[in-house]
């Protein structure tokens, strides 16, 4: 069975230029997160979903950063416009979800790397 | 309140040494324990994960312990070897929460097991 896909898994911009990172999760999955982790820190919660509704995005920074899943599968994560601060990685997960008789494993994908110059 | 508190930042173990890793947290409302191993280039791996009615789960080599009194749990590597190499993460969670889902890291432990 396939796992989380990520791509890109690296990126390289400029500053103050859009970038976005897709994720598609396993298969059945019907909630999707978004982490960001620093170099040396633990992976920080950006948005979850269940289904196509966010249901937590109380830390994603909504003046530069957006995310959608349409039809409740994919994911995208976009940067508009990028700041030197926002190299990291960016890490898509999925679970279950809701309905899940015990806590819900969540499944980590490679991340994207970006680099913002 | 949120937070996870992990330490040490790293460790070095000698093979077939024991490698321990310890987690505080504060928020009485978590009641969902994992342990995640990450090596560089990968996303984070569940290892191991321990609910509060029990104080200590062994899987193979691995094995937490929990305090629920202390709110301190621990991981515990037994018999190490090279391959366990790499970076391990407490986390907790409020299952029952409506924040269920929400994990909260620890900062990590980088593990060195020289051969």
């Known amino acids: 069975e396939a796992g989380v896909v990520q791509s890109p898994r690296y990126k390289i911009i400029e500053k103050k230029q859009p970038v976005a990172f897709w994720c598609n999760p396993i298969s059945g999955h019907n909630t999707l997160y978004w982490y960001l982790q620093n170099l040396g820190q633990g992976p920080e919660l950006l948005i979850r979903?269940?289904?196509?509704?966010?249901?937590?995005d109380s830390q994603l920074p909504k003046d530069r950063f957006s995310a959608e899943r349409l039809k409740g599968v994919d994911s995208t994560l976009k940067i508009q416009p990028a700041e030197l601060g926002d190299s990291a990685v960016y890490l898509c997960?999925?679970?279950?979800?809701?309905?899940?008789?015990?806590?819900?494993?969540?499944?980590f994908g490679p991340g994207t790397r970006l680099t913002v110059l | 309140q949120q937070q996870v508190k992990q330490s040490p930042q790293s460790l070095i173990v000698q093979k077939g040494g024991i490698s321990i890793i310890n987690c505080a947290y504060e928020n009485t409302a978590f009641d969902y324990f994992p342990w995640y191993q990450q090596f560089p280039g990968k996303g984070p791996a569940l290892l191991i994960a321990i609910r509060p009615d029990v104080s200590e789960k062994k899987e193979g080599r691995f094995t937490i312990s929990f305090n629920k009194s202390a709110k301190q749990f621990s991981l515990h590597i037994m018999d190490s070897q090279p391959g366990d190499s790499a970076t391990y993460f407490c986390a907790a969670s409020s299952f029952r929460s409506s924040n269920t889902g929400k994990l909260i890291f620890g900062q990590g432990t980088t593990l060195q097991v020289k051969p």
């Open positions: 979903y269940e289904n196509e509704e966010a249901v937590d």
């Open positions: 997960a999925s679970s279950l979800g809701r309905g899940a008789r015990s806590p819900d494993t969540q499944y």
